[in-house]
């Protein structure tokens, strides 16, 4: 029997992948085994796996790639743009703002205030923190707005605009706010933070509209004496800047230079671990001038109670030291309050003494005068026949009142202040009537007519005075006795206090020096000087013209000041319609100086358009130039000299 045969275990063989040339067979088609012989099994397939390393190698890649996008962008920023990106981030971490210097005073003579610089407080905001993010209101800038509003006196869209100001983190509310106004600001800031805190707690937005109002200190223009001396001080405007007068003139010397603070700030606080850069504000220049306060103050009340007596359109009054040329008050009427100017009428903000130009009448007589005597065409006892009315040129002149032939002396014809006697008297200057123009002319250039002052003082007018050549034919005649020709105050001032110093112009000054931020006095330059007469012309013209005050038949007589040599001369002129350009009304003024024998202070007093009661200038100017000297006087402490005064005759006997 043969042997059992053992039957072989079936192996799977390896897997194979399904494809075209080793899909199954169907059966049909499949080779059996032979009978008898058992069936092999078919050998396992084998898995064959992808290789990694593509993939690998593009993750590699793509992550080097990455990297190297990070490694430029950060060179970028620290090397390339670093500064660039450090500014970006100092201007939302640093907040600037400005240190307003202190603006100088402006004292008188005697370091009296008259303006001077108050703590104040400019209020700021920061518009980031009104954002609906930041503040927790939709609409935080209207809110606030209508809330400041009241308190800073600003229109509500104006300030809702200023606090939506896009980009930016600074913006000024309002300037050089009192104490007391920023107090009313914080206490309101208190309620509403309080409120918020509140509302926060209860699970609300805790919106506060008020959390980005801030405050820098500042300062703020005061005149302590309100009205007293405003035509000459201006004002300053909103900005703290000069707008008029020795404010605008002087703006930088008072204004010093503003200094910086810059700081770290978070959240609209100041980080006081960040530490701060601060270039320190320079304080403005202290300036003295050359006004008495005292006699500015009798000026200006002297000069208003007659413009409102006489319902006058203006008027003012000069004074001046004779020897120095100083100012001593200049005042004018009305005037205005430099601490209000919004309620100040524009017509009266600026110093009518410098600025007004106007035919001076007949206290411009004295230059023709000292023409006259200088050139040695008469004496004060030079016989000056003059009739009722003079023919000349193309009209007929008259005095101020009607009379019969008056015999006068020359002094008379000043001391009567007659035009037809001044006309006679200047014709002697030349040999025909163009030369004695011309030498006219030249001396009324040596008094400062038709030139500025010397003060450089804002919108300060020269006058007018045209050429001699261009004379009109009444010109030539009218200009001797003061029509024609135009002054301002200061100038008419001027020519009196040439005749009192001798014969020598001084340039006329307001300001005596000034103080530095460093405490140091600096006296201001000396003052041009100009030879015009001799001192013997000027001692004549002094006694003649104590004939106009102290001769019971001069015009001047309402100026006399008991104890007291005056020396003066009354002026009414045909006064020129701004508005029309023609003769309308009248200019009332007086000019004079004393002690007559030792001149000191001059006096000079116009009076524009009076039409309520007398219009001569004896009668309205006199006695404030008589008020105003007396206390000038008194205030400056001058004795009278004590010498009887000198008379000249007034008249002559004809035929003798």
């Not at 606090?163 to 050089?176: D, E, H, M």
């Not at 040599?565 to 045909?574: D, E």
């Amino acid at each position: 029997m043969p042997p059992k045969e053992t039957p072989r275990r079936r192996v799977p063989g390896p897997a194979r992948r399904p494809g075209p040339g080793n899909r199954p067979r169907p059966a049909a088609n499949r080779p059996r085994p032979p009978a008898g012989r058992p069936r092999t099994a078919a050998p396992p397939r084998r898995i064959r796996l992808g290789s990694p390393r593509p993939r690998l190698r593009l993750v590699s890649l793509a992550l080097t790639l990455t990297m190297l996008v990070f490694v430029v962008r950060l060179l970028q920023v620290q090397a390339v743009d670093a500064s660039t990106y450090a500014a970006m981030a100092d201007k939302n971490r640093y907040m600037s703002y400005t240190l307003t210097a202190e603006r100088g005073e402006i004292t008188d003579r005697s370091g009296i205030a008259l303006a001077t610089s108050v703590d104040a407080y400019d209020v700021t905001a920061d518009p980031k923190m009104f954002t609906p993010e930041e503040s927790k209101a939709p609409d935080a800038p209207e809110q606030a707005a209508a809330l400041l509003a009241p308190i800073l006196g600003k229109d509500v869209a104006e300030l809702a605009n200023r606090l939506k100001t896009p980009k930016s983190r600074y913006t000024v509310l309002a300037r050089r706010q009192t104490p007391q106004v920023w107090k009313q600001i914080s206490d309101l800031k208190g309620v509403f933070a309080e409120k918020a805190r509140t509302d926060k707690a209860a699970g609300g937005t805790g919106a506060n509209v008020l959390a980005g109002v801030f405050r820098e200190a500042s300062s703020k223009r005061v005149y302590p004496n309100g009205e007293l001396g405003a035509g000459i001080l201006g004002y300053v405007n909103a900005e703290g800047r000069g707008a008029g007068g020795l404010e605008s003139m002087l703006d930088a010397e008072l204004a010093g230079q503003d200094g910086e603070v810059t700081y770290a700030q978070s959240g609209g606080r100041r980080v006081p671990t960040a530490g701060a850069r601060e270039v320190p504000a320079v304080p403005g220049s202290d300036i003295e001038l050359t006004i008495d306060r005292d006699i500015q103050w009798a000026a200006q009340q002297a000069i208003a109670a007659q413009v409102r007596k006489s319902k006058a359109d203006r008027g003012y009054v000069v004074v001046q030291n004779t020897r120095t040329g100083e100012i001593l008050a200049m005042a004018n009427a009305p005037g205005f309050d430099p601490n209000d100017i919004s309620q100040a009428d524009a017509a009266a903000m600026g110093n009518a003494a410098l600025q007004d130009v106007y035919e001076p009448g007949s206290t411009s007589k004295v230059m023709s005068m000292a023409a006259v005597l200088e050139e040695r065409a008469a004496t004060p006892a030079t016989h000056v026949t003059v009739p009722n009315r003079l023919h000349r040129g193309d009209r007929l002149f008259h005095d101020d009142i009607d009379h019969p032939t008056w015999h006068l002396t020359l002094n008379g014809v000043l001391a009567k202040s007659s035009n037809i006697g001044t006309i006679l008297a200047t014709g002697q200057l030349g040999r025909t009537q163009a030369e004695a123009n011309r030498v006219l002319y030249s001396y009324l250039r040596k008094f400062g007519i038709g030139s500025p002052t010397g003060l450089d003082y804002p919108g300060e007018s020269p006058g007018i005075l045209a050429k001699p050549q261009n004379w009109s034919t009444s010109q030539q005649y009218t200009i001797p006795f003061g029509q024609g020709l135009s002054v301002n105050a200061v100038q008419a001032a001027s020519v009196y206090s040439t005749i009192a110093n001798g014969g020598v112009r001084i340039e006329p000054t307001l300001i005596r020096g000034t103080t530095g931020p460093d405490g140091r006095f600096t006296s201001a330059p000396e003052p041009g000087k100009t030879r015009v007469v001799s001192e013997k012309t000027a001692r004549t013209l002094a006694t003649m013209l104590e004939s106009v005050v102290g001769d019971e038949e001069g015009t001047g007589t309402k100026a006399k000041i008991p104890g007291y040599r005056v020396a003066g001369k009354t002026g009414t002129a045909n006064r020129v319609d701004p508005e029309t350009g023609r003769y309308k009304g009248y200019t009332a003024s007086f000019a004079g100086f004393a002690p007559a024998d030792d001149p000191q202070i001059t006096v000079y007093c116009a009076i524009q358009n009076p039409t309520k009661g007398s219009y001569f200038g004896g009668q309205i100017c006199g006695p404030i130039y008589k008020k105003v000297m007396e206390f000038a006087l008194k205030t400056r402490q001058v004795a009278p000299t004590g010498a009887p005064p000198a008379r000249l005759p007034v008249t002559f006997e004809p035929g003798t």
